[in-house]
T-cell receptor, first 115, second 119 residues
């Protein structure tokens, strides 16, 4: 069965600190994607990134970076020099492709960045 | 296209009443998904459509819930005889299996949700 675990329920940092959000997944698929979404207080889930299981190269986009390690079934997300606007709930998700690509979400990590 | 649109944003109803929510997906997207999210949890899948065909329903979707996508465009989610346990955020997402004008294929883009409160 597909499963995503985000063990960190809440994280609080001070602005400009770096912060890493953990995601551990379980799947029996040999090929799969992983996603990160951001949910600000307004409620809309905003797509951040999708990674393919074939590509374990770390990805950097501005202050965001992602570390995908198949050996530990982890897909961690780091925000460098955090800002107040980064405050949100972040979700890691795994699609179930034999079920129309429905997303299996983790419980989410609520990040609070204080000025 | 401005993205996935959901109406209403908020709905307050009394237990036992029927409610209906609407979702307008990104226009080129042929897949449409409904999820439910309760406080402090991640979204949980309810059902999805490819064009007008409803291809899967979760066990969460009791017989009081029905969803339609009559012409393969917008979708409605109706809850009959609402219960307090139905209080949640109902999220809609759409994606394209082909990619192209609607963005990369198989990425789900979400609306802002409809928050339902059953009193």
């Amino acid at each position: 069965a597909q499963k995503v675990t985000q063990a960190q329920t809440e994280i609080s940092v001070v602005e400009k600190e770096d912060v890493t959000l953990d995601c551990v997944y379980e799947t029996r698929d040999t090929t799969y994607y992983l996603f990160w979404y951001k949910q600000p207080p307004s409620g809309e889930l905003v797509f951040l990134i999708r990674r393919n299981s074939f590509d374990e190269q770390n990805e950097i986009s501005g202050r965001y970076s992602w570390n995908f390690q198949k050996s530990t079934s982890s897909f961690n997300f780091t925000i460098t020099a955090s800002q107040v606007v980064d405050s949100a709930v972040y979700f890691c998700a795994l699609p179930s492709y034999n079920q129309g690509g429905k997303l299996i979400f983790g419980q989410g990590t609520e990040l609070s960045v204080k000025p | 296209d401005t993205g996935v649109s959901q109406n209403p944003r908020h709905k307050i109803t009394k237990r036992g009443q029927n409610v209906t929510f609407r979702c307008d997906p990104i226009s080129e997207h042929n897949r449409l998904y409904w999820y439910r999210q309760t406080l402090g949890q991640g979204p949980e899948f309810l059902t999805y459509f490819q064009n007008e065909a409803q291809l899967e329903k979760s066990r969460l979707l009791s017989d009081r819930f029905s969803a339609e996508r009559p012409k393969g465009s917008f979708s409605t989610l109706e809850i009959q005889r609402t219960e307090q346990g139905d209080s949640a955020m109902y999220l809609c997402a759409s994606s394209s299996v082909r990619g192209g004008g609607g963005g990369p294929k198989n990425i789900q883009y979400f609306g802002a949700g409809t928050r339902l409160s059953v009193l």
